[in-house]
């Protein structure tokens, strides 16, 4: 029987605030840099070090007595859900003498200053290797024992799960429960995982079943609604299925990758409609598409991933269609599913953004570099990759819920968040998410040397040159973590290194189900590991013995990613907690990056520097590609600019209609 409390709660949250603009945006981000500045470091590791003053008291303790005085913070913290900063000081020291005990890590003071500032609302910049995952659960353990909602908020399922586990038994020690959700999990057990005092899951999890419990509410979503109709009849239950409890508390990993990077495409929730005259149209729409001609009929903009017809096209079209029922007799219904033909043979492609797996299409996260089970792409695009690839065209979907991420999280509560690359989006960070950024300092000096990039003319040498770099480090002993961009691209360099007998493992979308076992030892001496993004963000790759004395892992990015804060992410799993590494970066002119975000004009240029080795052609390219970054990420501002408009104007238009 669910109290009225608990009804309450269950869908009741922050109402996202309308963004500012004009000098008002200006102002406020004035205010976002005062709210840094005020709290400073200073001041969270002073309080860090009084907290360190007090360890030995915590020590002289016995299990059992620091779990009795664990149990009274926790009693405190229930009944004074926003308690005073000694409390808070007190608590942490108790927690911190529990995780060494439970987890054999005991928290650094830089680690207690992040917690501290999770604590308090601040996105925590901590660079990586520094723990940030240990740093999260210190601060969740004070959210969980409120009872309010908490999650803990990553950027895969294998993270989820490896971190809920890792620290299961602290969370236990100090009386808080802990749960996960994930992809695979059945909705009893999503409820189960969301029952927890904590929660880990992924953003899209969490959006998605939120999305899903209000569309099972249907008129009840409304709380005030909802509490008189359970005044009115008591007995009546709630709508079966439901697997959240609502939401308060927000800790989000990875808050750059999350909150901004992924923050470009919105979440829809959809259902299959039976809709047979549609199927016939994306089929008679790929067989017509394959008679098109690039340059003739249409032309591919790559840096905005758009097809357009010429003239030529058009009229193509319009005699190829004549007489032709349904879809086709309109001019822009007809144009639009060749469009969207074009678009699935030129600009999806096998093993980058999709993988095809027992006779169905599995769209790869470009994010992670993992599959996403059961998603699937909308407005017809979908089944005109179905249709391309010769498969069974699937029954299309149709919307029946959208949100994007940035109001999602603005439904919060209390949020923060933790990164190892925060300061480029700072402002973005303060203007979306009132998260001020703040940095912390390392517990040890990070000493990974960063190798001169490599640039190249062709793609052909640039492989070759990354093998024989692979085949040379090898000989040495160190152990290399290669990081591609694509499944094909893990795939094509493997070939290579077969071909020169040299033992690798490889994970990637495809190959994930060792994940474990693969991180565990790239590590080792001699291990050559090629990855896709699967081995970015929050892995964590440990130096087998006399590694260190070897120089420790070696990173190299076969080429650069359109943001640079994914490159450095990437960097960062050589050179964690003071351990001796280094990276290095192999790129090529014919690379994506440079291709869709340069100008033609200054490519050929600088391509035509480069097969007359002029000196200094090489500068000249890492000068273009630095270009081509910061005018991919001005695009992805400019989407996430778009996203932010659709929900004001949802905004405008729900508040019209009286609709929550």
Known sequence: MITPAQSHWLTHCKKPAKMLTGLDAWVDGLAGRVKRWRQGLDELRLDAERIEGRS????????????????????????????????????????????????????????????????????????????????????????????????????????????????????????????????????????????????????KELLADFLRDRLLLGEQVNASRRLIRQLARPRAPLPPGLVQRGLHTAIVDEADSILIDEAVTPLIISVSRENEILRDAVSMAHRLAGRLENGRHYTVNARYREVELTDDGQRFVDEECHGLPGFWRSRERREELLRQALSARELFRPGKEYLVVDGKIMIVDEFTGRVMPNRTWREGMHQAI??????????????????????????????????????????????????????????????????????????????????????????????????TRSVAASEHLAG??????????????????????????????????????????????????????????????????????????????????????????FFSLED?????????????????????????????????????????????????RGVLRTDTWLDDALSFTGVE
């Open 592 to 640: 994506e990056l440079v291709g869709r975000f340069t100008s033609r004009a200054v490519l050929r240029r600088v391509r035509n520097l480069a097969q007359a080795g002029a000196p200094g052609w090489e500068k000249a390219a890492g000068g273009l590609v630095a270009m081509a970054q910061r005018s991919a990420m001005k695009l992805a501002f400019r989407q996430r």
């Open 56 to 203: 030995s008291e915590w020590r002289a303790l016995t299990d059992a007595d620091l779990r009795e005085r664990l149990r009274g913070f926790r009693s405190r913290f229930r009944r004074e859900p926003d308690p005073d900063n000694e409390l808070v000081l007190e608590a942490l020291g108790a927690i911190r003498e529990a995780a060494e005990r439970q987890t054999g890590m005991r928290p650094y003071v830089v680690q207690l200053m992040g917690a501290l500032a999770l604590h308090r609302g601040f996105l925590t910049e901590m660079a990586t290797g520094e723990g940030k995952t240990l740093t999260a659960s210190l601060a969740a353990i004070l959210a969980g024992w409120t009872r309010r909602p908490c999650h803990i908020v990553t950027v895969n399922d294998y993270l989820v799960q490896r971190d809920a586990e890792w620290f299961g038994p602290l969370y236990r020690f100090c009386g808080a429960s802990v749960g996960y959700v994930t992809g695979p999990m059945a909705p009893a057990d999503r409820q189960k995982g969301y029952a927890a005092d904590v929660t880990y899951t992924t953003s």
């Open 386 to 483: 179905e249709a391309k690839e010769g498969l069974a065209v699937s029954t299309p979907s149709e919307t029946v819920a959208r949100m994007s991420f940035q109001r999602f999280f603005r439904c919060f509560y209390r949020m923060s968040g933790m990164t190892g690359t925060a300061r480029e989006a700072a402002a973005e960070f303060w203007q979306i998410y009132r998260l001020p950024v703040i940095s912390i300092p390392t517990n040890r000096p990070c000493v990974r040397e960063q190798w001169p990039e490599r640039a190249f003319a062709g793609e052909d040498a640039k492989w070759a040159a990354i093998v024989a770099e692979i085949e040379r480090l090898h000989r040495t002993g160190r152990p290399l973590l290669v990081g």
């Open 496 to 585: 290579l290194l077969r071909e020169r007998g040299l033992s690798h493992r490889v994970l990637n979308a495809a190959r994930h189900q060792e994940e474990a076992q693969i991180i565990a030892e790239a590590g080792e001496t001699a291990k050559i590991t090629i990855a896709t993004n699967m081995a970015g963000r929050g892995t964590d790759i440990r130096l087998g013995d006399g590694v260190a004395r070897l120089g420790g892992l070696h990173v190299i990015a076969t080429e650069r990613h359109e943001s640079g804060r994914v490159d450095r992410q990437l960097f960062g799993r050589a050179g964690r907690q003071g351990d001796p590494g280094s990276a290095q970066v």
